[in-house]
C-alpha cells in the first residue's frame, strides 16, 4: 500500500471544499444526501464545517456484481428526506467513469429539488465517461485504485484515515472491486 493523501492534506482539502460549498450557498437551508457507505467519512468531516442550516439524507447504491461484473446501477433512497424545492447537494467518495453519480443525480432531478449539485472527494484524471463534472471536488487523483477515509477493497481499509494506492501485492488474485465498490 502506497500513501497518497495524509490526514493532514485531508483535513485541508475538506476544509477548502466547505469554503467553496459556504460560499456557493451562503446562509441558505442545504439539503446534504450521502451516497453510502464510502461518503460517509466525507459527509461527517464536511457537516462539521458547514455553517448554513442543515439537513442530511442519505442513499446507497450498487452496481457491481460477482466482482467486477458491472450490472445496472440499484439506488435505495428510503433513507433520503424530501427534496422536493430545496437546494440540494449530493456528496460521494470518488467520481471516478462517472455513471453513478450522474446516474443518482437523474433520478433525484424528478423530486424536483430547487438546486442541486455535487461534491467528491476524489476525482479520477483521465477516467470520466460522462458530460457532467462534480461541482465541488476535493482532490484529483491519477488513476489508481485507492482505498481509506471510506473507500474500501472488499469491505476492508475504509478506517484508514489517508488515502492509499493498493499495490498489485495488495489485491488477491483475480478479484476485483467488491460490490461495496459501487460508486466508483
Known sequence: MKPL???DALREGVARMAL???EAYGDRPLTIVGIMTGSLILLADLIRRLRMPLRVGLVQTSSYREGTSRGALRINAEWMLDIRGRDVLLVDDIFDTGHTLVEVMRRMDAFEPASLRSAVL????????VDR??????FDIPDRFVVGYGLDYRDQYRNLPFVAELESSDLSAGGGPSSSCASR
Open 5 to 7: 493523501l495524509s490526514e
Open 20 to 22: 467553496r460549498i459556504g
Open 122 to 129: 476524489l476525482r479520477k484524471q483521465d477516467r470520466c465517461e
Open 133 to 138: 463534472q462534480p461541482d465541488f471536488v476535493g
